[in-house]
């Protein structure tokens, strides 16, 4: 039997229930499946570029852009459409088609999931 607890659902702003990739790392020790999406998470955002792209989509008026609005991060266009895909890869980032442009938004959860993931469950002694 395992003494391991099942985190509660984490709840988007729009209601959704959704859990949450990895347990909090003060809980247990992670599982090598956990680890590696919580490290393809953390990857993606290891690079300045992704990281800046990644806060101007999650910052941004209702929630999502155009690539458009994004792409001022000093790298040229195909650099920018490179890092994007990296970010949609690791899971953090959707997009959709619309006519010439693509728009952005952050997966839903993910920043809750992220915060849940570095959260400590310990009290301050």
């Known amino acids: 039997m395992s003494n391991a607890k099942v985190l509660p659902l984490l ?12 347990p909090p790392l003060t809980e247990r020790p992670m599982t090598a499946e956990e680890a590696e999406t919580a ?3 953390f990857k993606a955002l290891g690079d300045p570029v992704r990281l800046r792209l990644f806060s101007a989509v999650a910052s941004h008026e209702g ?18 459409s490179h890092h994007l895909k990296k970010l949609k890869e690791a ?3 959707t997009s959709e088609r619309r006519g010439t442009w693509v728009y952005y938004r952050v997966e839903p959860s ?10 400590t469950t310990a009290t301050a002694v």
Not at 68 to 80: E, L
Not at 110 to 119: E, T
Request: hydrophobic share 50%.
């Open 11 to 22: 709840e988007t702003a729009n209601g959704q229930a959704v859990v949450p990739c990895c």
């Open 39 to 41: 490290a393809r998470m």
């Open 63 to 80: 929630g999502e852009a155009c690539v458009c609005d994004i792409s001022d991060v000093g790298v040229s266009q195909p650099t920018v």
């Open 91 to 93: 899971g953090l980032l």
């Open 110 to 119: 993910v920043l809750a999931a992220m915060g849940k993931l570095l959260a």
